[in-house]
T-cell receptor, first 110, second 114 residues
């Protein structure tokens, strides 16, 4: 059974600081996705990573994928309050269903 | 381009009742997946429909069933509701055979079972 883990589960950081969220998964997959969810809202797609070594950046967020290590990272640069949300990674091993991690709840404090 | 829509937004039901949730897929998409998200957890895959056939199912009992229509919209039916069925139900549409298999999520239906 495919398992997806995220670390940390809760993250409280000050504005202007940098931090990395880690996503590990237990079986082979070349596709990994990052989503953001605001309280009471649906999932917003952030990044689609389709191959080993893929790196994508959007604003203060950068995601990377190492399929050999079965690891993806979401790096936050100079955090701002607007980034406060829950971040999920999801793995898609067979093109059928996404397996989501438990989420990382990020709180950026002034 | 129309995004994924779901109805209703909120729903309150009593234990033992039945419920039907609806989803319209994004224009051009032919696949719909349903997920259950309990409070404070990640979404859990219920099942996927492609060309009106079930195309994969997660670890949910048979009282969770679904349909997909020729226009690719979909329904999720849950019979004999239990308190643990209280959750946010998300549908996601995608294009089978697309390079990214990226799923686009609707706004969700918040189901409360009392």
């Amino acid at each position: 059974e495919l398992k997806v883990e995220q670390n940390p589960l809760f993250l409280s950081m000050q504005e202007g600081k940098n931090y990395t969220i880690y996503c590990n998964y237990s079986t082979t997959s070349d596709r990994l996705y990052w989503y953001r969810q605001d309280p009471g809202k649906s999932l917003e797609s952030l990044f689609v990573l389709l191959s080993n070594g893929a790196v994508k950046q959007e604003g203060r967020l950068m995601a990377s994928l190492d399929t050999k290590a079965r690891l993806s990272t979401l790096h936050i640069t100079a955090a701002v309050h607007d980034l406060s949300a829950t971040y999920f990674c999801a793995v898609d091993p067979n093109g059928q269903n996404f397996v989501f991690g438990p989420g990382t709840r990020l709180s950026v404090l002034p | 381009e129309t995004g994924v829509t779901q109805s209703p937004t909120h729903l309150i039901k009593t234990r033992g009742q039945q419920v039907t949730l609806r989803c319209s897929s994004q224009s051009g998409h032919n696949t719909v997946s349903w997920y259950q998200q309990a409070l404070g957890q990640g979404p859990q895959f219920i099942f996927q429909y492609y060309r009106e056939e079930e195309n994969g199912r997660g670890n949910f009992p048979p009282r969770f069933s679904g349909l997909q229509f020729p226009n690719y919209s979909s329904e999720l039916n849950v019979n004999a509701l239990e308190l643990d069925d209280s959750a946010l139900y998300l549908c996601a549409s995608s294009l089978a055979g697309g390079i990214a298999y990226e799923q686009y999520f609707g706004p969700g239906t918040r189901l409360t079972v009392t």
